[in-house]
Each structure stands twice: as structure tokens, then as C-alpha cells.
């Protein structure tokens, strides 16, 4: 029987659907009495939970580490977990509960790595310094819209831009961006952030802001804190890009009984989705298709394609990218190693010709 008392948790993000989740799942195979915690920060070989009231560091067992690992993931910050203690007393994490939802984001070599589990709006922050990508922001509405996460944009740095700048890029973005996609632009160090947002900051909620280093995650962190919890930093005046002041996830309270969890920038970033929910993302790309001249266009130089007459050149390329991407993420291990082969064979046939036009044996 899992101990659980909901009043506390409710106040860490506790939602009905997951307490249903929690009630279902068998308890632990040795029979102890498991408590429910949530994770609230992650670390190499620790983590801290939470159980509404404290906190506690502690170890996950490597037989559940095991586990996930085999189904290619890990715990992440926002699961909820079940606690109990071995016979010295000791605290192990036991199990996770399956996630309701959960983002997780692929490295240049394929491998999926957890973001957050178990939220309900994705603040997607981008500044409207040099920190401002149309692109990028893009990438990330993949990753968070196909989870079942909500999205919502917010650029910061509102007070650092003239009212026609901010105007231009919120015109700019409700153009190229799914409809009904909820948009505002604020000062992050301004504590009144807080009743802007104040729609997804309901009792229970859990929100996760993602975004470029220096985009202002932890300064606006910090405003709904109310308090100077989060580190921030200055940005490059060349380029506007921070310097990792935040360096792993972790959650935190609000005043209002909201949670929300802080992350670091990332370098690189594609998204965890199938073609499916790419072409869910790009709904104009994909609603445009069937209108192609080719049953088989790859909208690229072929005559009377519909989406390069319907799509902005840059978002067309975007998508074609990602596209590229996903589908190396679903080669096998030979499959990759015989389009490197490939690669090398064009790469070397283009070198002869350019030796063989400059007339160079």
C-alpha cells in the first residue's frame, strides 16, 4: 500500500490524474510500505525529492536505474517517484511512476536524454536582444506541442527594445507560428510577470521554462519566486548569449502553489518527436502538401509546388532540416555507417572533379 498523504503533495503539483496513477501501481517487490515524493533536482549518482513538506537526498536503486536505461531513459525532474527505506533505514528510491507527460530531447549522436516529466505549460523563453531566432523557437514548440504540453511564448527583454521592435517580432511570430498559440512579451526582472502569467499559475500546475543560455529563464524564475533563488548572469555584448549561470533542472514553488522548474540553456537541440508529430507542428506544411503539381515533391525546385508558394523560405528550410534529422535518429547502427561511407565516396568524386577542371593530376 503506497503512504501518501495528497493535502502536502498538492502543494509540489500533485494533479488527480497522477494520484489515480499512484494508487494504481503495485507496491515494492520486498514489501515495504513506499512513500510517494516527487524529484526535484537530479544529479549523477543522487536525487533530491520532495514530499510537500521537506526534502531529501537520495539514491535510486540501481536495479530501477537499470530499467530505464534499458527502455532508453532516466528519472528527470518533475517524476514522481516511490520512497522506502531498506533494513538499516536508509532511503532508496524504489520506482517511478509513469509520467503523464514527459519531454525529452535527442544529442548530435542520436541518444535520447530526459528534460522534465510531468508538466503542464512549457514557458518557451527567447529575449528580443540577439537572443531572438524565430528557428530555434520553433524547435522547441516541437519538442514541448507533440507531449501533450502546453506551449506558451514568452520573450523577455521587453524593456530593453523600443514598442515597434516588440510589436514587429510578436506580428512576425503569430505569421509564422501555428494559430491560438499564446504569445506576450515582458521585462523578467519585473515582479508583475507574475500576474502576466498568472492564466498557467493555477494551484497544482507545474510549468518548465526552456530557452537559450541568457534568454532570462532564471531572472523570471526568480520574479515568480519573489526572491533572489536562482543565480543569472550577464550576456556577451557581441552576441547576447549567457553563460550557463543555471547548470542543472531543478523545481520550485510559487507563492500561488504553482511549481516551476528552471533549466539550463542547451547548445544543441532536437527534438524527441516521429514524422507524424513533426507534421503536427507544421500543420501549413503539411496541410499545403497535397496541393503540390508531384505527388512526391519534396518542395525544393520542383515546378508548382504549393508549400513554397505558402511557407516562408526560412520555416520550409527548418522544417526540411528537422525532417533530416529525425530520420538519421531512426538509421541503425549500419545504416549510419553506410551513408558515412556514402558521404566519403561524394565528398572524394567532387575533390577529383575540381582537381581534374583545374587540370591537376
Known amino acids: 500500500m503506497i503512504d501518501f498523504d495528497a493535502a502536502p503533495l498538492r502543494a509540489i503539483g500533485l494533479t488527480p490524474a497522477m494520484a489515480q496513477a499512484a494508487f494504481a501501481h503495485p507496491s515494492t517487490p520486498d514489501g515495504a510500505s513506499p512513500r510517494l515524493v516527487r524529484v526535484t533536482e537530479v544529479h549523477r ?13 537520495v539514491r535510486p536503486l540501481p536495479r530501477l536505474t537499470r530499467e530505464l536505461a534499458e527502455a532508453d ?46 508538466v503542464d505549460t512549457a514557458l518557451l523563453v527567447m529575449g528580443l536582444d540577439d537572443d531572438y531566432n524565430p528557428r530555434r523557437l520553433e524547435r522547441f514548440l516541437t519538442l514541448v506541442q507533440t507531449q501533450g504540453v502546453t506551449p506558451v511564448v514568452v520573450l523577455t527583454k521587453a524593456d530593453a527594445v523600443s514598442p515597434e521592435r516588440v510589436a514587429d517580432a510578436l506580428a512576425e511570430l503569430r505569421g509564422r507560428l501555428p494559430r491560438g498559440l499564446e504569445m506576450l512579451a515582458i521585462d523578467g526582472r519585473d515582479p508583475a510577470s507574475a500576474h502576466h502569467l498568472a492564466p498557467w499559475l493555477g494551484g497544482g500546475q507545474t510549468l518548465v521554462l526552456l530557452g537559450s543560455s541568457g534568454a532570462g529563464k ?30 542543472s533542472r531543478s523545481l520550485h514553488r510559487l507563492p500561488g502553489g504553482a511549481c516551476v522548474i ?15 508529430s513533426l507534421d503536427a507542428v507544421f500543420g501549413d506544411i503539411a496541410a499545403l502538401a497535397p496541393r503540390c503539381r508531384f505527388r512526391d515533391c519534396q518542395h525544393g525546385a520542383e515546378p508548382g509546388c504549393a508549400v513554397r508558394e505558402g511557407v516562408s523560405p526560412d520555416r520550409l528550410r527548418n522544417y526540411q532540416k528537422l525532417q533530416r534529422e529525425l530520420r538519421r535518429d531512426t538509421l541503425t547502427a549500419l545504416e549510419r555507417q553506410a551513408q558515412l561511407s556514402r558521404w566519403k565516396t561524394l565528398t572524394r568524386a567532387g575533390r577529383e572533379r575540381s582537381k581534374s577542371k583545374r587540370g591537376e593530376r
Open 218 to 247: 532564471s531572472t523570471l524564475t526568480n520574479a515568480l519566486l519573489g526572491a533572489a533563488v536562482q543565480d543569472t548572469g550577464a550576456v556577451r555584448e557581441h552576441d547576447s548569449r549567457g553563460k550557463h549561470t543555471t547548470t
Open 262 to 276: 528552471d533549466t539550463p540553456g542547451v547548445r544543441t537541440l532536437r527534438p524527441d518527436v516521429d514524422e507524424a
Open 45 to 57: 549518482e543522487t536525487l533530491v525529492v520532495h514530499d510537500g513538506e521537506r526534502e531529501t537526498r
Open 73 to 118: 531513459t532516466a528519472l528527470a525532474v518533475g517524476d514522481w517517484v516511490l520512497l522506502a527505506a531498506d533494513a538499516h533505514g536508509e532511503p532508496w528510491v524504489h520506482e517511478r511512476i509513469a509520467p503523464l507527460t514527459h519531454i525529452a530531447r535527442r544529442d548530435a549522436d542520436g541518444r535520447r536524454h530526459p528534460v522534465v516529466s510531468n
